[in-house]
């Protein structure tokens, strides 16, 4: 992944000659992650960021909290790595004039939107408006075709959620607590993730272990869409939609994958919103091809959906891989043409607010004649 991650700083440093400007600064951990293969554990929640400086020419510079330095000098390919500590010698701040030297007229990259207040407001103060250019569509383009062994690496997290699933639907029964459920796919998750790292020696710091709030509703709170598992216990005739999304974390890349259950019987309403779900995702997927806009995508599922009766109430589909929403996306608006090695989460939804909700959605990478599921596993009506 060194090789790529070095290509990828070439290229970016093409991309700020063409366009005049002598200097990146990039504080988004995603794209640090993208461009240095470095991830850390402390960041703005912290009060500690890490910036990575990429010059036109030249050799690139990473600014990290010395709690951090060992692991970076370890994980990156930089050799320019710059430690700072809290309260001495001027912190973050002074390691970055060292680098920025007297910007004068010196045309400065930076991300607007993704980097922190404090970060911004610093920059702002050292460099003038008119010097001040945003990159942060020139890394989003960059990171909108991915590269075979990025590919691979989102079949693995693929297989790390189906495992997570698998798992999960196998305790759902009446009486278990939602909780259980989430328990369940943590471990599964974790079990599979650990087959895929410490294969090789640049895996030695990457983790197997999944964490955070799984997204996961039972009963009549389907139409929460975002709500995490609680101490409820499942009763016959509950549906159960869990949402991996959050969970599918696997060398720092991240998916869309949904699945929703019932329990020990299925009314006939559920049923027929369920397979209006699924129709409308299918009929997504099949738009799926190079050459298409994006919103034709969105636009082939909203038919679906009005044809039934129902309205839309969010995108059909996201930009997946280095982070959980990268471009382009599929809804109204967005006529980005789908070229092949793209990666996308796909969705089919439907919420009937305060009474039920009907959701499904998969991972997948566009071939030069279709699409191919990065997580492939049934999602065909199942009552367990």
Avoid at 37 to 46: A, I, R, V
Wanted: net charge negative; glycine share 8%; charged share 25%.
């Amino acid at each position: 992944m060194q090789r790529l991650q070095k290509e990828r700083v070439i290229e970016l440093q093409q991309r700020l000659a063409d366009q005049d400007i002598d200097l990146a600064v990039i504080h988004d951990p995603d794209n640090i992650y993208f461009l240095a293969g470095f991830w850390g554990y402390l960041g703005m929640d912290f009060g500690r960021p890490t910036i990575l400086v990429i010059p036109r020419t030249g050799s690139p510079t990473l600014i990290t909290p010395g709690l951090e330095a060992e692991m970076a000098a370890n994980m990156t390919w930089i050799e320019d790595i710059r430690q700072w500590t809290d309260g001495i010698d001027g912190e973050w701040q002074a390691r970055l004039d060292e680098v920025l030297g007297s910007p004068g007229n010196l045309k400065v990259g930076f991300e607007p939107i993704k980097s922190h207040p404090l970060i911004f407001s610093y920059l702002r103060h050292k460099v003038s408006e008119s010097a001040r250019q945003d990159i942060a569509g020139v890394l989003a383009e960059m990171r909108m075709v991915k590269s075979p062994e990025d590919i691979n690496t989102m079949r693995q997290a693929g297989q790390v959620a189906v495992a997570m699933c698998e798992a999960a639907a196998q305790t759902i029964a009446p009486g278990v607590p939602e909780y259980e459920i989430s328990l369940a796919a943590i471990a599964a998750g974790t079990r599979r993730a650990a087959e895929f790292v410490g294969r090789q020696e640049s895996d030695r710091l990457v983790s197997p272990v999944i964490h955070d709030l799984q997204i996961l509703q039972t009963g009549p709170d389907l139409a929460m869409v975002h709500r995490r598992p609680t101490n409820r216990r499942l009763i016959e005739g509950d549906p159960v939609y869990m949402c991996f999304c959050p969970f599918t974390l696997f060398k720092q890349i991240k998916l869309g994958f949904d699945r929703e259950y019932f329990v020990g019987r299925v009314s006939d309403e559920h049923a027929r919103i369920y397979e209006i779900a699924l129709n409308a995702q299918a009929a997504a997927l099949e738009t799926i091809r190079p050459g298409i806009p994006a919103q034709e995508v969105h636009f082939a599922a909203l038919e679906i959906y009005q044809s039934e009766g129902f309205g839309i109430c969010y995108r059909t589909g996201r930009g997946v891989g280095f982070s959980y929403l990268e471009r382009p996306e599929f809804k109204d608006g967005d006529q980005t043409v789908l070229q092949a090695g793209m990666t996308f989460a796909v969705d089919g939804g439907i919420t009937i607010e305060g009474e039920f909700g009907a959701r499904v959605g998969d991972s997948i990478v566009v071939t030069e004649d279709g699409f191919e599921y990065l997580t492939p596993y049934p999602k065909e009506l199942r009552v367990l």
